[in-house]
């Protein structure tokens, strides 16, 4: 019996059009023929499905190997036949809040609009007390998770951000602390000491930090690992290689961690290709040696007001781009659960759209976010509602969860409001 013979069928209009493609001559065949096989695609194949221009096709395949993962998971999980064939019309969204303590950084990078020299018009640093109160106001307003990231400022490091978290938990115990990036790890770590005024290791870091109440880290700083297109942006940022040391760090501890890819960016497409596959070993190995990895793989892309990456001669991502990125990521990323589509910077008609290639999670309501914002993007906070039209409204079944994806019925928020 082949391995085809013995996949099961989840039978739907997906799964149909991969199985005629995959017997017909088109030109994305090979790759239909693998996700039924359930065969990894290499380097080479996603970089021709990353310049292909046959876009419905592509988008049938990452939503066929969408609605597969949904339903594996779930029958992993220890669902029955019926749930997990409704989880592969379900979307994931949540109520977050997105806390940008400073904006005050000593990087450089090219593409970025956020960041503010000291004395620069602009500049701000919240007080703990001041990102408190955003805090709790996110969670009278139903948020379950907290998501930080800033600038690389001197005089914001472990200390002050040991504090803030001590300082959420205490005020808001059950929210989830998802923060810092890579680059925000490294440079706390070139700053802080012991008592004794040895350097601390990133082990260190991390075990004072989740100490303090940090539950899970974002994927933000990852850009393009392409050491060209680095040396060119952003050439003071961490590398590939202590990126994802870094990540495997927090695995080790137990956190879950997410990464991403800012594309648009004066990079090749098949430098995409490449990002997604150092990414996929770096998961191989996470799974392999720790009880934890990557959650989720979010695709973003630049925005241009306040840099001049246009002037320079750097192509805008297309729409076309845009869906691809989500498409091969979903093919590519075998060993991530989730695509995230996030409506901040692809816009929400293209998110709902990216529904239908391959993501299965719209991020969330955000509230606050500035970093995209100071670039150009339009909105900083969504409604529920509008989240949830926005899933439904292509189809599928909108459900909140938490950081960690799990379901939420109905959050604390709305259980206090419906007793009230
Ligand atoms: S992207 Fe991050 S590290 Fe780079 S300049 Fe902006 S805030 Fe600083």
Known sequence: MTLLEKRTKINTNSELFTEELANSSHELNFAAQKILNQERLSYEEGCKLIRTQEIFALGHLANYVRERKAYELAIKKGFDISTAQKRMKQVWWNTNLHLNPTNICIGSCDFCSFARKPNQEGAYTMSIPEAIDRVVLARAEGATEVHIVGGLNPKCLIEYYGDLIKAIKQEVPDIHVKAFTAVEI???????????????????????????????????????????????????????????????????????????????????????????????????????????????????????????????????????????????????????????????????????????????????????????????????????????????????????????????????????????
Not at 215 to 241: L, N, T, Y
Not at 346 to 357: P, V
């Open 186 to 420: 490294d440079f706390f770590q070139q700053f802080a000491r012991n008592n004794n005024g040895q350097k601390l290791t990133y082990e260190e870091i991390f075990d004072a930090l989740i100490a303090a109440g940090l539950d899970s880290m974002p994927g933000g700083g990852a850009e393009i690992f392409s050491r060209q297109v680095r040396d060119e942006m952003c050439p003071d940022k961490i590398d590939a290689s202590l990126w994802v040391q870094i990540h495997q760090i927090a695995h080790s501890k137990g956190l879950k961690t997410n990464a991403t890819m800012l594309a648009g960016i004066g990079e090749e497409p098949e430098e995409r290709v490449e990002h997604l596959d150092i990414l996929r070993k770096a998961q191989d190995e996470s799974l392999a040696k720790f009880n934890s990895g990557f959650q989720t793989f979010i695709p973003l892309s630049c925005h241009y007001e306040g840099n001049d990456l246009l002037e320079r001669g750097v192509k805008p991502l297309t729409g076309f781009d845009q869906l691809k990125n989500i498409a091969v990521s979903r093919i590519m990323l075998d060993n991530f659960d989730n695509i995230k589509a996030y409506w901040i910077q692809l816009g929400e008609k293209m998110a709902q759209i990216a529904l239908s290639f391959g993501a299965n999670d719209l991020d969330g309501t955000v509230k606050a976010e500035r970093i995209t914002f100071a670039a150009g993007a339009r909105k900083r906070s969504l409604a529920e509602n509008t989240l949830i039209d926005l899933i439904e409204g292509a189809s599928l079944e909108a459900i909140e969860r938490d950081t960690i994806y799990n379901p939420i019925e109905l959050s604390k928020h709305k259980i206090a409001n419906a007793n009230n």
